[in-house]
């Protein structure tokens, strides 16, 4: 696992988050982007990596989704479920099937998955279970596109736990968004991951205690009351 680190200087003048403590059925876990496209060893962008001659240099980070992030995504998912929280997936697709509603920078980085595109598939491995909520994206905050405010302001939320990929990309976005809307945020080291170990390390530094907490999935579980799913802890890479 990735060392949980903190810009000490900075802390010490603008001070830190502290983490409550949870309430469970207050709780959602927010699962980005784990969807063929870009976290699938055989999605588009895996697809070019190969074509493209950067496969030995990316390897890594389709290796550290397939364990331990969504392992780990897996017993938090259960975790929530359990405590009568909400288990909620975003994913990058459009409505349209030329991808028109796109936003600028989905449009300018070439991401552009229709509302019939395989590539909005969940990896293996994550299922949609009853009472999950999926939803459908084409910015890179999760709150930008779709009417996650307003779902979460319904079912009483008032701390998100935050997976996926990439680090630095929509988790970060949605992870800034979420703090700025007043919730309690928690960011699960490894239960996410970036394209390079600097990227996801120098992400969860910055956010730390600033955006958000960073926990591992231990802790997270641990503060859900749930310590039978301890039992199938995995370590990243």
């Not at 009351?225 to 802890?233: N, V």
Request: charged content about 25%.
């Amino acid at each position: 696992m990735t060392e949980i680190r903190e810009d000490k200087t900075v802390r010490t003048l603008v001070g830190r988050l502290d983490p409550s403590s949870l309430d469970p059925a207050g709780t959602a876990l927010i699962v980005i982007d784990l969807q063929r496209l870009c976290a699938g060893a055989d999605g588009e962008h895996a697809r070019k990596a190969r074509e493209l001659g950067k496969w030995a240099e990316i390897e890594a980070y389709f290796e550290r989704v397939a364990d331990p992030v969504v392992p780990n995504v897996r017993r938090l998912a259960a975790a929530v479920r359990q405590a009568g929280g909400t288990v909620i997936y975003a994913r990058c697709r459009s409505l349209t099937p030329e991808a028109r509603d796109n936003g600028r920078r989905f449009h300018d980085f070439g991401i552009a998955v229709s509302c019939d595109s395989p590539e909005a598939d969940l990896i293996d491995g994550l299922e949609l279970e009853d009472g999950d909520i999926l939803l459908d994206k084409t910015t890179a905050s999760v709150f930008l596109s779709t009417n996650l405010g307003v779902l979460l302001r319904q079912l009483g939320v008032k701390s998100l736990i935050t997976t996926g990929v990439v680090t630095s990309g929509c988790v970060e976005s949605t992870v800034r968004d979420g703090c700025d809307l007043d919730y309690e945020v928690l960011l699960v080291e490894d239960a996410t991951a970036d394209r390079t170990e600097e990227l996801h390390a120098d992400s969860i530094r910055r956010l730390n205690n600033n955006f958000a907490v960073a926990m591992s999935t231990d802790q997270v579980l641990a503060a859900l009351g749930a310590p039978s799913l301890l039992e199938g802890s995995t370590s990243a890479r």
